[in-house]
């Protein structure tokens, strides 16, 4: 099935903000993004947090924040560490 919207294939959303995180949909799999691990979204706006893009079927990419991931960092964020184990 494919999502449409304005007549366009919609491959990522964020599809709700709460005070613990984000729930996110991207190629038809929901994530959510806890403050914990991924403290860069905490007390940003909705419109920036809204505001993201799926490039290369792999990357996500939020302009108004600058924050880059990778689907594989939704998948397995234990691989991928905010803070250096030294």
Known sequence: MKLLKNGKN???SVEN???????LF????EYFLDYHTYPHF?????AATKKVA?????HLYWPDLDI?????????????PLKSKI
């Open 68 to 80: 880059d991931l990778e689907i594989d960092n939704l998948e397995s964020p234990e691989k991928y």
């Open 42 to 46: 905490q007390h940003k706006t909705i």
């Open 10 to 12: 919609i491959s990522v």
């Open 26 to 29: 991207v190629k038809g799999k």
């Open 17 to 23: 903000i709460t005070s613990f995180g984000i729930w």
């Open 54 to 58: 799926l490039l290369h079927g792999f």
